[in-house]
């Protein structure tokens, strides 16, 4: 049975313990599970030892910007605001322009170079973000938010995210919105995957916890997306 206060005292351990003292840098965009991470943060080292930055660009909504300061006023912890627009811009002044999704990993990893440029000027860790739907569909950016040293919640399904959400108080704002690594313009995780999270970690948890596999088109969609995105969870191939 998932029991809440279990779950986030096991985090609280493995944060105080992997961090041991140092600065924790982490990406907050005022989704689910960035704003969860910062909350476990809030509530297991001292907050001073935190350095929390929302990297928004010209596809951010209004309603982002708003959540970040709920969650400032949720966490108690200062959410520093760094633009990346006019460093896509200047990518694209050299390099061209190309489709939407080569364009979005591009600016998933310019976020993951400003995360490392104050992790190197603190001496701290990255802490990163992805939940355990998103390391099995491989749905996160290779070098971009899939970057860090740390992963506190990559044990954890997206509704499972969300309950230890609810459970922490995160504001609801954050967790009822529509969830979008917000990569273009009108980009959707749900809309990507054509079904809702609670039917895709249904069938993960059919596939990879219970070894259960159906003949059904959708347990075929997520298997080949599973293989297709194998690349993402493998260290680099060498030669022995």
Known sequence: MFNEDEVVEKIKT????RLNGKIAVLGVSSG???????????????????KAIFMPDR??????????KALEDNTGIRIETINIEPVFSSYISILGHTDKKIEGNLRSRIRATILYYFANQYNGLVIGTTNRTEYLLGYYTKFGDGACDIE???FLYKTDVRKISKYLGIPDSIINKKPSAGLWENQYDEDELSMPYDRVDQILIDIFDKNIR???????????????????RRMPETLN
């Not at 493995?14 to 313990?17: E, I, R, V």
């Not at 599970?33 to 001292?46: E, H, Q, R, T």
């Not at 596809?59 to 970040?68: C, G, N, Q």
């Open 214 to 232: 159906k003949d059904t088109d959708d347990y075929k969609k997520i298997i080949g997306i599973y293989n297709n995105s194998e690349h993402k």
């Open 14 to 17: 493995f944060l105080k313990s």
């Open 59 to 68: 596809f951010t909504r209004e309603s982002d910007y708003d959540d970040i």
């Open 152 to 154: 506190p919640i990559e």
């Open 32 to 50: 689910i599970d960035s704003s969860l991470v910062l909350k476990l943060l809030s509530v297991s080292i001292n907050t001073n030892k935190i």
